[in-house]
């Protein structure tokens, strides 16, 4: 069944949205992330325009951390004061990436610089998770008990001055990391449409030392605000928003996500985390692939006017 | 394909009412074209349509007629715009957009329809003179200080372009005489064809010499709920982006109620 998309301006079939919506639900259930990392590279492989895909993937990130985040409200695993200093640095960083984003569009470089920070982030991370992931494999089948780093081990983020208390994280640290974290996701919330839990979540249990049972409730947290704030962004500034696309890609997702988490239950840690690292790493290769391979068409046309 | 017909209120009364008492004093050939209606809407789920467009010939010789030397070109052209085209080049192994070129005022669309081929119909320099034909379209550059072989490479490109995406399209053929001075025309309207004010001209060729041009407006636009999203997008942007994410916050919400495990 075709649908007009009225933002993206073009035919889709809506099964395939469905279908799309669904699957990255599902994993995102299985493995815990947003899943915005695989919605915009899927719908950019669909066709549509990457500024649309990325503002409505950030749309569509919202639904699905609203319900992630009511559950952790559930259990109390949400440090609202560490989210809410996450999110002031996070509307600092999406201003400066809508600002970014636009001047990007209007050089005609926003396609590639969307790819390139797509190829580098999830190439960085899929790697990394995947090395991790296999050492705990091999540690595992060896029978030996995974080492985990202790929490209170202490680095050099610890030293920066203005710390600040987080009760519910058991944490005494400086501002600065924290807003300035809040700050790169931000950026990069809004420039590639992606919620920025793959980064969020190592960078706050490796970098911060926050304990893990807070770590996904509050990045959730603070990723509802930041999308929200983000699609409004690229709703008033650029209208690449496609309301239509996101409530397609959503209705899949919140269903898929309850049979991802059932299916997560079954699997290991360290399994997931490295077929995670598998999936990071095919979006990643297939996006490298487009930026090396010679386009079928080397000249393309766009409206002048934009902004 | 459906056919949306806009018919012309055709002026057939010119002939038979002029013919016995002028018929000593060669009269000068004219053309009309009409549609019956000046907007035509088109839906979501539109994939493509051809229009028809029908046009009468005023004091057409009888023997040219006969012997098929009238020919008729009937252009729907879209709303002129500024357009950018960019060429990738290679940089490090990597596919970079470098050099662009603005052109001003190029129509969005730009389908024809004909008699014959176009070759067959005049010659290439009063094709030129008329900037009649997608290949003589003359795109004017925005910044004229380009090197002219710049220039003439990005038209090309422009052009080809525009080709790919149906948008510029020519129906040789699509032009067919009903009678001495009826014709009908078929234009082709591409699935992604622009919104707003198309021009619909007609050319009248004899024996290889431009005649005369009619002109009539047509304004195209998309109904229903899409369009209307995409209008409350654009006018009314920062109500647009609360509804959005009231809308994902919602859907967020009723999934945990809906399908919720713990």
Redesign the interface.
Known sequence: MGIYLPIAEISVNVFVLLAMGAAVGFLSGMFGVGGGFLITPLLIFYNIPPAIAVATGANQVIASSVSGVLSHMKRGTLDFKLGSVLLAGGVVGSTGGIYVFGLLRRLGQLDLFISLLYVVLLGTVGGLMLVESINALRATRRGAAPVLKKSGQHNWVHRLPLKMRFRASKLFVSVIPVLGLGAGIGFLSSIMGVGGGFIMVPALIYLLKVPTNVVIGTSLFQIIFTSAYTTLVHATTNQTVDVMLAFLLMAGGVAGAQYGAKAGQRLRGEQLRALLALLVLAVAIRLAIDLFVTPPNLYSLSAVGLN | MKSLKALAAVALLSLTAAAPAKAQTPLTEGIQIGLSTDAVSIT????GADLTIFGSLENPDPLVARQGRYDVIVVLEGPP?????????RVL?????LD?E?FENVPVSYSVATTRPLQDITEPNSYKQLSLGASNLYMQPADASDSPATIEE?TA??R???A?AGLYSENVGGVQFLSQNLFRATVRLA??VPVGTHKARAFLFKSGLFIKESSAQLEIRKSGF??S??RV??DY??L??????S???I??????L?????
């Open positions: 979501a789920g539109f994939s715009k500024p357009v950018v085209v960019r060429r990738k080049d192994g990597v596919w970079v957009n662009s603005t990005f490109a422009l080809e372009r525009k790919a699935p992604n899409e369009q999203i995409f997008a654009h942007s920062f647009y982006g609360v509804f959005a994410i809308l994902a916050m859907t967020g919400w009723l999934g945990r809906v399908f919720r495990k713990d």
